[in-house]
C-alpha cells in the first residue's frame, strides 16, 4: 500500500514538473508575428525594429511565459534617444532548456547599468507589456511584465482612473 502511495506520488510530481517547464510553453518561429519586436518612441508610437538570430517561446497558459532572445544592429546610444526607457524591469525566470535567456543574469546587468530596458509595447495584452533589455554590442531580450493596471484588475480591485479601460470578455454562447 504504501509503495503505491509512492509511485503515485512520484508519477503526479513527474506530470507536474512536465506541464511546468515543458508541455505548455510552445517555440516562436522567426517569421511569426509574435516574433515581430516593437519599440515604444518617446512621443507614444511604436516602432517594429530590426532583430536577428530570434528565438523565442510563449505559452496559451499565461500572458507572461513569453521569452525571446535576439540581436539588432541598432546602436544602444540611437536607441536611448529614441525609445521609452523602462524603469522597473524584472525579467522572469525561463525554462532551463530555453538556454539564451538567463533572468538572474538580465536582471543583474540592468540594476548596474550594463543594459538599458525599453517600453516595447505598453498593453501588449491588457495589463502585460513587453520589455526590451538591450545590450551595448546588440544582444537583446524580451519578456512580458505585469503592469501597474494588469496588477490592479488581477487583484480584483477597482482600477485607477490612469488606467485604461479593460477590453469587454466575450459573452458566453450558451
Given at each position: ?8 506520488a ?6 507536474l ?14 517569421n511569426?508575428?509574435?516574433a515581430e519586436?516593437r519599440?515604444?518612441?518617446y ?20 500572458p ?5 532572445c535576439?540581436?539588432t544592429?541598432l ?5 536611448t534617444?529614441t525609445f521609452e526607457?523602462?524603469e522597473?524591469?524584472?525579467p522572469l525566470?525561463?525554462p ?15 540594476e548596474?547599468?550594463?543594459a538599458?530596458?525599453f517600453?516595447g509595447e ?21 519578456w512580458h511584465q505585469?503592469?501597474?493596471c494588469?496588477v ?9 482612473e ?6 469587454k470578455a ?5
Open positions: 500500500m504504501i509503495g503505491a502511495i509512492m509511485i503515485s512520484l508519477a503526479a510530481g513527474i506530470g514538473y512536465y506541464a511546468q517547464v515543458y508541455a505548455y510553453y510552445e517555440p516562436i518561429e522567426a511569426s508575428p509574435l519586436i519599440m515604444t518612441t512621443s507614444g508610437t511604436t516602432e517594429d525594429i530590426l532583430a536577428e538570430n530570434y528565438e523565442g517561446v510563449t505559452s496559451d497558459s499565461s507572461i511565459r513569453y521569452r525571446a535576439f540581436d544592429p546602436s544602444l546610444a540611437m536607441m534617444e526607457v523602462y522597473e524591469a524584472a525566470v525561463a532551463k532548456w530555453f538556454d539564451c535567456f538567463d533572468a538572474q543574469q538580465i536582471g543583474s546587468d540592468l548596474i547599468g550594463h538599458v530596458a517600453m505598453e498593453n501588449v495584452i491588457y495589463g502585460v507589456d513587453r520589455v526590451v533589455a538591450v545590450y551595448p554590442d546588440g544582444s537583446a531580450f524580451a505585469i503592469n501597474e494588469g490592479v484588475l488581477f487583484d480584483g480591485d477597482p482600477l485607477p490612469t488606467c485604461p479601460e479593460p477590453p466575450p459573452e458566453s454562447q450558451n
